[in-house]
C-alpha cells in the first residue's frame, strides 16, 4: 500500500533551520506530484511547496519564497523541504502529500496547492519556530 512518513520537525527558534523528509512507498514514485502543506491550529490546510519527481519542476507559496526550497531524490524515493530563516507564522503541522497519476503534471501549475489534488497524506510532523 501506498505509504509517506514524513521525519524532521522540531522546535527551533526563529532565524533557524530545518530539513523536512518524506520517504515514498508503494507506488510509481518517479513521475508523481509532491506537495508539502502546513496547519496551524484554527486555519485551514495550506500549500507550502510542490515537485514533479519526474524533471523537478517545482512550485512554491510566496510567504515562504526565498526561504523554502523543495527537492527530491528519486533514488530515495524522498522529498525534502528545505526550511530558513523560520518565523513563528510558520508554527505548523507539516504534511506531505503525493498525487500519483501519471497527468498530475499537466494540472500541477495551476492546481498545486489544492490539497483535493493530492490522494494520499502523510501522517504529518509537528514545526515549533519559536521567537
Known amino acids: 500500500q501506498v505509504q509517506l512518513v514524513e521525519s524532521g520537525g522540531g522546535s527551533v527558534q526563529a532565524g533557524g533551520s530545518l530539513r523536512l523528509s518524506c520517504v515514498a512507498s508503494?507506488?510509481?514514485?518517479?513521475?508523481?506530484?509532491m506537495g508539502w502543506f502546513r496547519q496551524a491550529p484554527g486555519e485551514e490546510r495550506e500549500g507550502v511547496a510542490s515537485i514533479y519527481t519526474g524533471v523537478g519542476f517545482t512550485y512554491g507559496a510566496d510567504s515562504v519564497k526565498g526561504r523554502f526550497t523543495i527537492s527530491r531524490d528519486n533514488s530515495k524515493n524522498t522529498v525534502y523541504l528545505q526550511m530558513n530563516s523560520l518565523k513563528p507564522e510558520d508554527t505548523a503541522i507539516y504534511y506531505c502529500a503525493a498525487a500519483t497519476d501519471r497527468y498530475c503534471r499537466y494540472r500541477q501549475s495551476a492546481s498545486w496547492s489544492e490539497p483535493s489534488e493530492y490522494n494520499y497524506w502523510g501522517q504529518g510532523t509537528q514545526v515549533t519556530v519559536s521567537s
Open positions: 508503494g507506488y510509481i514514485y518517479s513521475s508523481s506530484c
